[in-house]
């Protein structure tokens, strides 16, 4: 089973030293995972990026996910691929992969969640949970009480993305969140190596005293 208690997802546009350096700054403040996420380069300059990522990630055993795209994972050597509602079906995803690949659905609900943890997702991302400006398609804030839902109802790992940042984070996390996706939080800050070690920081020491609770 998957496991991580910060997910870092790259976003080029918010990057102040690009991208790769980023996903070695946030590696060395101790992200377990790191996703890959381009909408606008050509498939082959994504293949060259991913892979070069990919890399970096194998190198320290971090997770790499690539985001939407199971031909840019396949060709990279990613571990897996993130998905959502507008981009190839789950089980389509999963026949091109295999059952060795990692599949992790964004989700809105706590019965799609439930319907792709039934399917065989390794892990759901909710969200927004607040209003984010990252992804413009994002929809409307669903708020917290789906991760009060999730942790009651689901056995699969979880995480919540969507406008979180160090202000509200305790927020998520007193609702019951263990794993939180950020990208501008991250992304956007002159030294994400430090940002990484202080979310991370505050994640591990609320989960411990609510698991001491």
Do not use: W
Not at 4 to 20: C, E, N, P
């Amino acid at each position: 089973m998957i496991d991580f208690d910060l997910y870092f997802i790259t976003d080029r546009h918010l990057s102040k030293k690009g991208i790769v350096d980023d996903v070695i700054s946030a590696i060395r403040g101790g992200v377990r995972i790191v996703q890959y996420r381009e909408k606008e380069k050509s498939t082959r300059e994504m293949i060259k990026e991913a892979r070069e990522i990919g890399k970096i990630c194998k190198q320290k055993n971090v997770v790499f996910i690539v985001d939407d795209r199971v031909d840019v994972a396949l060709a990279s050597g990613a571990d897996g691929v993130h998905i959502g509602d507008d981009d190839i079906d789950f089980m389509t995803a999963r026949k091109i992969l295999g059952d060795s690949k990692i599949i992790g659905v964004s989700v809105r609900s706590l019965e799609d969640a439930k319907k792709y943890e039934e399917l065989g997702a390794d892990y759901i991302s909710f969200g927004p949970i607040f209003k984010t400006k990252t992804k413009k398609d994002a929809g409307e804030p669903i708020g917290l009480d789906i991760i009060r839902q999730a942790k009651a109802n689901l056995k699969i790992p979880f995480a919540v993305i969507g406008g979180i940042n160090r202000e509200n984070l305790k927020d998520v996390l007193n609702a019951g969140a263990e794993r939180v996706c950020m990208i501008s939080a991250i992304a956007g800050k002159n030294n994400v190596e430090e940002e990484v070690r202080i979310l991370r920081e505050m994640i591990k020491n609320y989960v411990k005293f609510s698991n001491n609770n």
